[in-house]
């Protein structure tokens, strides 16, 4: 005889509930343990979605939002893609919170009239997980780290038969009225190519990564994990914000053009930054020779720029190879160290900081000393070893430098030193992090003129990797800190 059970509805209940548990994808059921969208989306938020607009919402915030940051987590490089992905897979539908799948239009709306409420929620990321980055790595948490770039907008100037174009009507008008080898065509294009797009004066011409293009620009502050701490949009809004930026001609040299410009971005983007964010307090600025100016130099570390009484203790800004260092007494060499008086080329060295006073100093010793030790006394002590001493001091000569007068020479640290190199490299990661926006959350290859629509999508893959961060911490799997790549896969 078979033995037979007689099921309950509420065993059959439980049956369809796992199973559809156990069906669901192992990365969205993490995402769902683990993060709450409404301890992230700001009350404010949720007032201006729900204001009355004469009809009830089909599409809950809640979806909208999990649905544009599994679209930038999944790459999944365009919107309408993105809804062919919510309408053949239930589980996904399921996990945004979706009974029916919007149509492209919405997406676009949701982008462009809640702007102002996407940044709002970003700016309560950046608060939740600095205590996140400070447990990680205090250190590199202390760091700020600015570079700028741009979204290449869907524009013709930007078809690279564009760009070709006028370089080969230039080479070909070089060589018909016999132009000498310094000619350089590129620079020649650059100067005569127009200075914004046509079908949106709002896109600007740069020169990014060694290629002209018209972009809408922005600029990143990570600390020295690559984590996201700003993001800044350079639009007219931005400008209007800032009188005290003023907008030069170009020149003929694109790299100069963007040196210059960066130089100007700097202090207004870290005010911002700083006026969002009181609580966090960086003591290292890490940048490149675009901000390697005297005035920048005094605004980073001294003084009261930011407010808050904050100001950076070292500043990592290498020489612009346009410049260099002077001193009326001895020479310094390119690295900001003092070399022997009587040979440039022989560098003092360095016996790091010394306070005179209650002033804090750089010392450098003459490179010739030894310490050699004293058997009788049992003490060691300096010995002088050079033929030709530039003073009579058995020691050797030795210099103070006092960072304070000459803040660009010594910006809080010595150039050329371990400490220097070994710090410097750690800038390289705000290059990473906007590749990763780019490439990896979709940033790059937006098919739109739009600017609202275009700074949506920055703010949300500043949004999509500051979730990740979360989530990465949840799981205690920091190496997940950047990408979530491998638990998708």
């Known amino acids: ?46 007032n201006h979605f729900h204001a009355s607009t004469g009809r009830k919402r089909l599409y809950p915030l809640k979806a909208m939002l999990w649905a544009l940051v599994i679209q930038r987590i999944f790459s999944i490089p365009t919107d309408q893609l993105l809804l062919t992905f919510l309408h053949y ?20 709306r949701f982008k462009q009239d809640f702007l102002t409420e996407l940044n709002s929620v970003f700016e309560k990321l950046v608060d939740l997980t600095e205590p996140i980055c400070q447990a ?11 570079d700028s770039s741009g979204i290449e907008a869907f524009v013709t100037e930007n078809n690279p038969k564009y760009a070709n174009r006028i370089i080969r009507q230039l080479k070909a008008y070089a060589k018909a009225n016999n132009f000498d080898s310094n000619y350089d065509p590129y620079k020649a294009a650059y100067k005569n190519m127009p200075s914004h797009a046509s079908a949106n004066p709002e896109i600007k011409q740069l020169y990014i990564n060694g290629h002209f293009c018209y972009v809408f620009k922005f600029g990143i502050v990570t600390n020295g994990l690559g984590i996201i701490r700003h993001i800044s949009f350079y639009n007219k809004d931005f400008l209007n914000a800032h009188p005290q930026i003023v907008v030069e001609k170009k020149t003929d040299s694109p790299d100069e053009d963007k040196s210059v410009h960066d130089s100007k971005l700097l202090i207004p983007t870290l005010k911002d930054f700083f006026s969002k964010h009181p609580l966090i307090d960086p003591k290292t600025f890490l940048g490149d020779a675009a901000f390697d100016t005297v005035q920048l130099y005094k605004d980073l570390l001294s003084g009261d720029t930011f407010g808050y009484n904050k100001h950076f203790s070292k500043a990592y800004i290498p020489l612009n190879s346009r410049s260099h260092l002077e001193n009326v007494d001895y020479k310094i060499n390119e ?7 009587h040979n440039d080329s022989l560098p003092m060295k360095p016996e790091g900081i010394k306070m005179r006073g209650n002033v804090k100093t750089f010392k450098f010793a003459c490179p010739k000393v030894k310490w050699l030790y004293n058997k009788e006394t049992k003490k ?4 002088c070893q050079c033929k030709n001493p530039c003073t009579t001091s058995k ?66 893959a ?12 949840k799981i205690h799997h920091h ?8 638990l998708v896969a």
């Open 395 to 460: 020691c050797g000569r030795m210099i103070y430098i006092y960072p304070e007068k000459d803040l660009r020479a010594y910006p809080g640290t010595i150039r050329g030193t371990k400490e220097w190199n070994d710090t410097y490299k750690i800038r390289t990661v705000v290059e990473r992090s906007i590749n990763h926006i780019k490439e990896n959350l979709c940033l790059a290859g937006r098919r739109t003129q739009n600017e609202q629509t275009l700074h949506a999508d920055l703010i949300l």
């Open 136 to 146: 990680i790595d205090s250190e590199k948490a202390g760091m700020t780290i600015f």
């Open 479 to 486: 190496e997940y800190l950047r990408s979530l790549k491998p």
């Open 89 to 108: 897979s239930k589980p996904l539908r399921d996990f945004c919170g979706f009974t029916k799948v919007p149509d492209a239009s919405k997406i676009t």
């Open 380 to 383: 060691t002590y300096r010995k």
């Open 335 to 341: 690295h900001g160290i003092p070399c022997c008086p």
């Open 462 to 473: 500043g949004i999509t990797q500051l979730i990740t961060v979360l989530l990465a911490d």
């Open 1 to 46: 005889m078979i033995p037979y059970k007689q099921l309950s509805l509420g065993d059959i209940f439980q049956d369809c509930q796992e199973k559809f548990e156990n069906d669901k994808p192992a990365f969205l059921s993490l995402l769902e343990t683990h993060i709450d969208l409404d301890e992230i989306i700001p009350l404010s938020f949720y």
